[in-house]
């Protein structure tokens, strides 16, 4: 019983080209998240939904666009992909409410060529 | 503002040794503080969690951490080291009102046989 899964979990793809990473989570949280972590494993957050409502928006180029079709799911879809998005992203999830524990997928492992 | 300073970057311990793994945390609120473990190729995992309910917070796997106020610090040890212990540790802090988790840079520890 996966908590919070995402797929795929490898990919790899051309610059230019439009790609979609898939999350779900199962533990009946409000709260979802993506993270970003690049390749000195430096990890920052990069969008929020809580309730299917966008609540953090970090400073992240208008290519990556994140989509909540219910609580238990956000897809992340990026769009005209570069050499620098290259990393790895990770889903989560938590209950609602600040300081709640946040719980990570396995991650996504996004290579641009 | 709220910020955590991972100081080592990197720990080298013999299996059997203690293990340290030091964080200080800078936080205008009471702050949550969490560690989490990344093992290679792998998500993330909740190690421990401290919320202000004890200072000395036990966590899985035998490790534990201790919040200390006056030291602006959350230090992550366990008494002996094991081989499957080697991995990425990031100590992270969140707190007000925030959703938002802010990660360490991370430590690497390394368990010589």
């Known amino acids: 019983d996966t908590a919070v899964s995402q797929t795929p979990k490898y990919l790899v793809t051309q610059m230019g080209n439009d790609k979609s990473i898939k999350c779900e989570q199962n533990l009946g949280h409000d709260t979802m998240y993506w993270y970003k972590q690049d390749s000195k494993k430096f990890l920052k957050i990069m969008f929020s939904?809580?309730?299917?409502?966008?609540?953090i928006n970090e400073t992240v180029p208008n290519r990556f666009s994140p989509k909540s079709p219910d609580k238990a799911h956000l897809n992340l879809h990026i769009n005209s992909l570069e050499l620098g998005d290259s990393a790895v992203y990770f889903c989560?999830?938590?209950?609602?409410?600040?300081?709640?524990?946040?719980?990570f997928g396995e991650g996504s492992w996004l290579t641009v060529v | 503002a709220q910020s955590v300073t991972q100081l080592d970057s990197h720990v080298s311990v013999s299996e059997g040794t203690p293990v340290l793994l030091r964080c200080n945390y800078s936080s205008s609120y009471s702050p949550s503080l969490f560690w989490y473990v990344q093992h290679p190729n792998k998500g993330l995992q909740l190690l421990l969690k401290?919320?202000?309910?004890?200072?000395l917070v036990k966590g899985i796997n035998g490790f534990e951490a201790e919040f200390k106020k006056s030291e602006t610090s959350f230090h992550l040890t366990k008494p002996s080291a094991h081989m499957s212990d080697a991995a990425e540790y990031f100590c992270v802090v969140s707190g007000g009102s925030s959703y938002k988790l802010i990660f360490g840079s991370g430590t690497r520890l390394l368990v010589r046989p």
């Open positions: 401290y919320t202000s309910a004890a200072t």
């Open positions: 939904y809580n309730n299917k409502e966008l609540i």
């Open positions: 989560a999830s938590s209950p609602s409410g600040a300081g709640n524990t946040i719980y």
